[in-house]
């Protein structure tokens, strides 16, 4: 049995997770709290990082109180301590691994860095007893990647963005439309009134052999069309229209990703796996195929410290630890490109 806690700050969220592992069983959640720091970057219109990582110390202590009394643990039950190391923004990065750093230092108790996209990666099992071999596709507001896992810590990068992420896009777009920042959740929401079939949005490389994607094209191809219509488009239109272009490459690239490396298998994680309507067209997509499709539970699709503390938890039952001089890590790769 372990009881790790983990600290999730690589952007604008600051996150405190409690879990408890025990080998060959399913990881039980003790704690998840997270102070989202949206409502302050908003009037910005995105992420600005000093006040991220001002506020990430200002939260933290609170944070780790409550989660220990969630959990109705104390610190000293905790038997590792984990924080996201990268990729992510330099200073918000430290200020998580300090903490946890400090805490492991106190209590004599081991520290690990976790990668952030190995824990959006592994998010999906976190209620399951093991990670199968699968195909992975990550979708966040960074990173557009597809992995082949063979197991956990085991991975081969398959394809990624050569531009845009597809979190970036949809938040770019949501800003040329004027919406709230982020604007992922906000083009799902005008979508839903929408005809994706109102625009035709370009498909960029969803035919092209090889699984990468692009997804700037099509912010472009919004961009003229807005300038075009001077004010005349239906944003719900416009927002299903592009809303369904990426659905249809990322669905696409998917499926081909699937077959390529016979996976019966796919999992997707990362805050654009909260869009409905991408769980929905894959899903359908993987019942035709006969594959299984898994996604994360809601709470741990966005940033969140269960995640965090997952991966640790598999690293930490391996024998795994990090040293507590290691530095963090704001491009970390999950894997090294595959030679071809
Ligand atoms: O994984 P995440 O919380 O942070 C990163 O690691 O980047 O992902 C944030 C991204 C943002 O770009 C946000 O707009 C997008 O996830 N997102 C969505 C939805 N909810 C969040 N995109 C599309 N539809 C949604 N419902
Ligand atoms: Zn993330």
């Known amino acids: 049995m372990a009881l790790l806690m983990a600290i999730e700050s690589s952007c604008d969220e600051t996150a405190i997770a409690i879990l408890r592992g025990v080998p060959g069983s399913a990881a039980e959640v003790l704690a998840s709290e997270i102070s989202s720091q949206i409502d302050l970057h908003r009037e910005h219109g995105g992420v600005v990082p000093e006040l991220a990582s001002r506020n990430h110390s200002l939260r933290l202590r609170g944070l780790v109180e409550k989660a220990l009394f969630d959990a109705k643990v104390t610190m000293a039950d905790i038997d590792a301590f984990a924080a996201t190391t990268g990729p992510g923004l330099a200073s918000s990065l430290l200020i998580g691994s300090t903490a946890a750093k400090g805490m492991a230092c106190a209590l004599g108790k081991p520290f690990l860095g976790i990668n952030h996209l190995e824990g959006h990666l592994l998010s999906p099992f976190i209620d399951r007893t093991a990670v199968p071999p699968h195909l992975a596709l990550i979708v966040s507001g960074g990173h557009t990647l597809l992995l082949d896992v063979e197991a956990a810590g085991r991975y081969r990068k398959l394809g990624g963005t050569r531009d845009d992420a597809a979190g970036e896009a949809f938040d770019k777009v949501g800003k ?122 809601r709470d741990f699709c966005a940033d969140n410290a269960a995640m965090i503390a997952f991966a640790a938890l598999l690293r930490h039952l391996a024998g795994e630890s990090s040293p507590l001089d290691g530095d963090i890590h704001p491009n970390l790769p999950l894997v090294e490109p595959a030679i071809v």
């Open 176 to 297: 040329m439309l004027d919406l709230p920042y982020p604007g992922g959740p906000e083009i799902e929401k005008a979508a839903r009134s929408g005809n994706p079939r109102a625009f035709d949005f370009p498909r960029s490389m969803l035919h092209d052999p090889h699984l990468d994607f692009s997804f700037s094209g099509l912010k472009t191809a919004v961009l003229y069309t807005l300038q075009r219509e001077k004010g005349r488009v239906s944003v719900p239109d416009l927002a299903a229209s592009f809303q369904q272009a990426v659905l249809d490459i990322l669905v696409g690239k998917t499926l081909r990703a699937a077959e390529i490396s016979r996976h019966r298998i796919v999992a997707i994680s990362g805050g654009v796996s909260l869009n409905q309507a991408l769980r929905d067209a894959l899903q359908s997509a993987c019942d035709k195929a006969g594959l299984e499709f898994v996604t994360a539970p």
